[in-house]
């Protein structure tokens, strides 16, 4: 989000051509002419937040018990 509050990993993001919806920190504007680009990138944080967060996860099982 603009405001730079942190938003849990349980949704991918999404890219938008028009301005995202208040209150859906989900959605991403795209670049105008970038379109492919921006979906790109989401794709890529997408990917990796969810392959982050499975370590994050593994990390804190391994450490609890």
């Known amino acids: 989000p603009k ?3 942190p ?3 349980d949704k991918p ?9 208040p209150g859906n920190p989900y959605q ?3 670049i105008t002419g970038a379109t492919i680009s ?3 990138v989401i794709s890529v944080i ?4 969810g392959k982050v967060a499975a370590q ?3 990390k804190a ?3 609890g018990k």
Do not use: H, M
């Open 28 to 30: 991403i504007q795209a």
């Open 13 to 21: 993001l999404i890219v938008v051509k028009t301005a995202p919806k």
């Open 7 to 9: 938003i849990p990993l």
């Open 3 to 5: 405001n730079g509050t």
């Open 56 to 58: 994050i996860i593994k």
């Open 46 to 49: 997408n990917n990796t937040a």
């Open 61 to 63: 099982d391994t450490d």
């Open 38 to 40: 921006s979906k790109a």
